[in-house]
């Protein structure tokens, strides 16, 4: 698998996670049948994905980028489905989260 590959499954995980949080979100605590099957569906995707990704890309790095790229979509998500809007200094922090995710990816991977 190339390292293109790679980073289009770790699109797909993170599409999965996002996907997996909501539909959690909409279950009510596990409370509704057919969001928490969703969410059990899309989470053990997702963490195949994952497992595939790790095939070609560092465990730590794979890792590191899913969470923080899912961190930013699912409070996109928030946002947009749920009327959720974060306070500055949680904007302050996904910005972190964001430089880190980069400086994980362009610097720390050599």
């Given at each position: 698998?190339s390292?293109?590959t790679?980073?289009?499954?770790?699109?797909?995980?993170v599409?999965?996670?996002?996907?997996s949080?909501?539909?959690a979100?909409?279950?009510?605590?596990?409370?509704?049948l057919f969001?928490?099957?969703?969410?059990?569906?899309?989470?053990?995707?997702?963490?195949?994905?994952?497992s595939?990704?790790?095939?070609?890309?560092?465990?730590g790095?794979?890792?590191?980028?899913?969470?923080?790229?899912?961190?930013?979509?699912?409070?996109?998500?928030?946002?947009?489905?749920f009327?959720?809007?974060?306070?500055?200094?949680?904007?302050?922090?996904?910005?972190?989260?964001?430089?880190?995710v980069?400086?994980?990816?362009?610097?720390?991977?050599n």
């Amino acid at each position: 698998m190339s390292l293109a590959t790679s980073y289009l499954l770790l699109g797909l995980a993170v599409f999965l996670g996002v996907t997996s949080n909501s539909f959690a979100k909409s279950a009510d605590g596990f409370t509704l049948l057919f969001p928490s099957v969703i969410t059990a569906i899309t989470i053990v995707l997702c963490m195949y994905a994952l497992s595939l990704v790790m095939k070609n890309i560092p465990m730590g790095i794979t890792y590191a980028s899913f969470a923080g790229l899912t961190i930013i979509a699912t409070v996109f998500v928030g946002v947009t489905r749920f009327n959720q809007v974060p306070n500055l200094y949680s904007l302050i922090g996904l910005a972190f989260i964001v430089v880190g995710v980069l400086m994980v990816n362009l610097l720390g991977n050599n």
